[in-house]
């Protein structure tokens, strides 16, 4: 006689709603990093200067802004 036991849909909705969770934390991030950059390059020379950065900054602090999401 034989035995099954099914054990991987237990675990297929948890491993579905990660997967989801991570598209949209991933998206929520991209948003962020968007926003930051088109605000940035916003700034006029004297904004920048009054700030202590340049344009080579702008990505970089795109992607602090970015990694803070939760």
Request: hydrophobic residues 40%; without cysteine; aromatic residues 10%.
């Amino acid at each position: 006689m034989a035995f099954y036991t099914d054990t991987a849909t237990a675990a297929q909705p948890r491993r579905t709603a990660a997967f989801f969770d991570a598209i949209a934390l991933k998206l929520r991030k991209n948003k962020v990093y968007r926003t930051t950059l088109n605000e940035l390059y916003t700034l006029t020379a004297r904004d920048m200067n009054d700030l202590g950065i340049s344009r080579a900054d702008f990505r970089r602090l795109s992607r602090e802004a970015a990694d803070q999401v939760t």
